[in-house]
């Protein structure tokens, strides 16, 4: 059984704001997107601001309604049966706010009996690292300490599912660290996690899957393994060159081993596989492109993010 | 369950809020204020002692304007505030279904509103007592129950705008011309309706027992009907000539169905449009 499984989801808004006068185009935030979260994964759901993440977290939440296709979360109906979904389900939003006139404790006591649970305030607020704060007024709560309440109220009544949106927002590197061996406890207690982050360096460490979304469809899907043996298997290379006739171009193109191409003026960017470097380099000279300088850059997992994201590269997968 | 949950935490946080203490101070102030003149400076027609009737008639008319603008003040940030907020989020995250929202924030903010009525009530009760002998406390009782009712449905009322928008802004303004029709212009609107209605020109004949059917239907007015109901006569008022009407919708009891009926059906058109749109 899957954690989580979209179907064909496509969010269309109108973009109209229900004002008469103001319409706008309608904007596609998902297009068409399948997503399979096995049980037990910890999956971090990647992608640039407005690439979609949040639409689907509130697709699954049924905070809004998919134009197309359908979702399901813990085999149930996410849209008809969303409140059972909500039982089972702790769930770190995005923009949320807590309310101000009210403490630590009582916005944990609301969760534990918002969903019939028997944990302790003081022992999540522990866990959480807001004990100290725990019976002062949320107002006066920063950023960070805001963020670790509304996690803390995510693990109340050990829920089977974790769906954390950008979980790391407003917290320090230390307490990002903290977040993250929270996840890992959550995911060795039998939790599915899921969650988003538009930084890589926060899904790398603790993710057993990577899926990664751009403008509403997913471009890339594998494990952390996967995705740095697809970005390891590549060289970036950059050669200046004396002259740049169209034939040594032709030439490097037609070699095995060499993806892509690009040339500007005197530099050639090359992308190949690492063995073909020194036969890329003296097919340049040998067509009448002497080469004046080159330098070599094994692509990083987050260099192949910062393309798919941006869309430099196509995908190879 | 999930609606006691929500109604819990919103009573919690609205009690704290700066608004409802200045609300309940302005109330007791009011009641307080209103029970002191009419038990002392203007005591009941006839020389007699001052009852707490008098006082309560007295008090229907004002208490029928402050209590619904009280109402619409609780009422209209309690969805749409939350989605401006994004505490929605918050609260939605949990098991709880939008019907419990409405349903939960419409009883939290009824707790919230029969704190200054009852407060207001004991200082106005203390204040006749001080005054007079002649205190009945199950008149005063039923005033201020179905005051309470009044609130609810001013509640009701702003709960229901509230959770169409997404705006509470558009939530408060929406609420204040649905109060100034219902509340100060009914009879001039339900006037013009006819002059148009009958061709720019007003009938000739009496009108029939629609037209006092609708003019009771303001909250305002279902509230002193239902009031008028449950007291006993109004010692100030002078024999009522002519006949109590016939038709049931008429009477005063049927005050509390049209006050059900402002409680119920804003509720439920404002729940079915939450519902069917993204937060």
Known sequence: MAAIELDGVTKRYDGGLGLPGRSSDPVEALSDLDLTVREGDIYGFLGPNGA??????????????????????LDLDARTESQQVR???????????????????QHLDFAIGSKNAADSPSEIAERVGIADALDRKAGGYSKGMAQRLVLGMALVGQPDLLILDEPSTGLDPNGAREMRD?????????????????????????????????????VAEDTVEGLRDAAGGETTLAVDVERLPDDAVAAVRALDGVSTVRADGQQLTVDCVDGAKTTVLSTLEDNGAPVADFDTTGASLEEVFASYTTGEREVRA | MSTLAVARKDFQDAIRSRV?????????????????????????????????????FSLLTPAGLLVPIIGLALGYKAVAGERESGRIKLLLSLPHSRLDV????????????????????AVGAAVIFWQSSRFTPVNYLVFAFVTVLLGLAYIAIGVAISSAT??????????????????????????????????????????????????????????????????????TTLAVTGQTPDAFYLQDWFGFVILAAWIVVPLALGYLRFEGTDL
């Open chain 1, 87 to 105: 039982e089972r389900v702790g769930v770190l939003p995005e923009g949320f706010s807590p309310y101000d006139r009210l403490t630590g404790r």
């Open chain 2, 166 to 235: 997404t705006s509470t802004f558009r939530a408060l303004i929406g609420g204040i011309s649905l109060l100034v029709v219902l509340e100060f212009l009914w009879q001039q609107v339900l006037l013009a309706v006819v002059y148009l209605v009958n061709g720019l020109s007003l009938p000739q004949q009496p009108p029939g027992d629609w037209y006092y059917f609708l003019q009771s239907l303001p909250p305002g007015s279902a509230y002193s009907s239902a009031a008028r109901s449950l007291l006993p006569q109004n010692p």
């Open chain 2, 102 to 121: 409405v349903l939960g924030k419409t009883l939290g903010r009824t707790s919230v509103l029969v704190v200054p009525i009852l407060v207001g009530f």
């Open chain 2, 20 to 56: 409802l203490l200045g609300l309940t101070g302005l109330f007791v102030l009011f009641v307080a204020g209103a029970s002191y003149f009419f038990a002392r400076i203007q005591p009941a027609p006839g020389g007699g002692d001052p009852t707490a009737l008098v006082l309560i």
């Open chain 1, 52 to 73: 979609g993440k949040s639409t689907t977290i509130n697709v699954l939440l049924d905070f809004v309604r998919p134009t197309a296709g359908s979702a399901r979360v």
């Open chain 1, 182 to 218: 929270i996840v890992r406890a959550e995911r060795d207690r039998g939790a599915t996690v899921f969650f988003s982050s538009h930084v890589l360096g926060q899904v790398e460490p603790v993710c057993d899957r990577v899926g990664i979304l751009r403008d509403g469809e997913l």
